[in-house]
């Protein structure tokens, strides 16, 4: 009996890294805004809203990929669309009155 229950401990541990593990590789990335422009935009994904200063930068943490396009609404009221659907390898970059995708640096990846 005594066996049995080691047995049990065992497989309820290794469950358990097994299922820290599988979360750890899930992880969905961190979709990286920066604005180089002279005045703050609003960055929408399509599920989020994001204000980013001028000369500043944002991170949606956990995010993974939008569901579509993203648009870039500027302070004069024109908007660029992106084409969607933008993923962490990939960083948002707001110029004045520009926006491009450019690939994320490497020190971003988590």
Known sequence: MNGFR???V????LGAVL?????ACSDPGDLGIVNE???AVTVVTGDHEVTVDSDGGAEILNYGCTPG???VEFR????????GP??????IVVEDGTAMLQPAAADDDH
Request: with cysteine; hydrophobic share 40%; proline share 9%.
């Open 76 to 83: 004069s009221g024109s908007d660029v669309v992106l084409p």
């Open 69 to 71: 396009d993203v648009t």
């Open 19 to 23: 299922a820290v593990s599988m979360v």
């Open 10 to 13: 065992v497989a309820g541990f």
């Open 6 to 8: 080691t047995a049990r």
């Open 37 to 39: 422009g002279p005045y």
């Open 86 to 91: 933008v993923c962490p390898e990939q960083r």
